[in-house]
């Protein structure tokens, strides 16, 4: 059972970049201190998305790290993920618990407070907020939102705030010190030239500027 929302969560990426596959990826994230991967693929037969997910899953499990699929509740469940992140207009979060159970990790995406608040009434154990900085990583990403928007719904929500959108080593201090539990990063690991030590600049710069953040 993973205990608490991870930190440093690295969504795996093959379309900015195709040097590296998905579980490659998963591997380098894991082995530089991410302890939490998502699996985020729109395009492929629900076939090849369950063969790569299941993976991934292996390979998290082997190293106590948790696994999440965005969007994909079907191929979550067929991998035995440990958890799903669903958008605003994904699958729902209320039938998302109960088919998944209590045990599973369940993060909901949010761009504004209402969304966040939407997240935390549907049950969902983490809110993935942003774009708080400008991002090439999602084409349907909506308008930035800034830290001082991060620093209110990490404020006005009891749920560890996950902050997506441009982030890095520059601009990761500034979002752990509004309040947000952890980062969520793509361009700044999958487009690096070594994904591993891309991942552990941001994992000991995470830990170092985080004086204790929420844990659940």
């Known amino acids: 059972m993973i205990q608490k929302i991870g930190k440093l969560h690295v969504l795996t990426d093959t379309v900015l970049q195709s040097r590296f596959s998905h579980v490659e990826l998963t591997e380098m994230a894991i082995a530089g201190g991410a302890d939490v991967i ?8 629900t076939r090849e998305l369950i063969e790569i997910a299941t993976q991934m899953k292996r390979a998290c499990a082997d190293k106590g790290v948790a696994f999440v699929v965005n969007d994909r509740i079907d191929v979550a469940i067929a991998a035995k993920a440990d958890g799903v992140h669903l958008g605003q207009d994904d699958f729902p979060i209320p039938l998302a618990r109960q088919l998944l159970g209590n045990e599973s990790i369940i993060g909901g995406s949010a761009a504004t407070l209402e969304e966040a608040r939407k997240c935390l009434a549907d049950g969902a154990d983490y809110v993935g ?7 090439g990583s999602k084409d349907d990403a909506g308008p930035v939102s800034g830290v ?7 404020e006005a929500i009891p749920l560890p705030i ?9 601009n990761t201090p500034a979002i752990v010190g509004a309040g947000a ?22 994992c000991e710069l995470l830990y170092a500027v985080n004086s204790g953040g929420r844990h659940v």
């Open 129 to 135: 907020f942003g774009p708080v900085f400008p991002t």
């Open 148 to 154: 001082e928007t991060l620093k209110m719904i990490a």
């Open 181 to 202: 539990h952890g980062i969520a990063v793509i361009s700044a690991v999958c487009c690096q030239n070594d994904p591993c030590q891309a991942t552990n600049a941001l």
């Open 38 to 45: 998502q699996f985020r693929q729109k395009q492929g037969s």
């Open 162 to 170: 996950i902050a997506i959108g441009g982030i890095g080593l520059g």
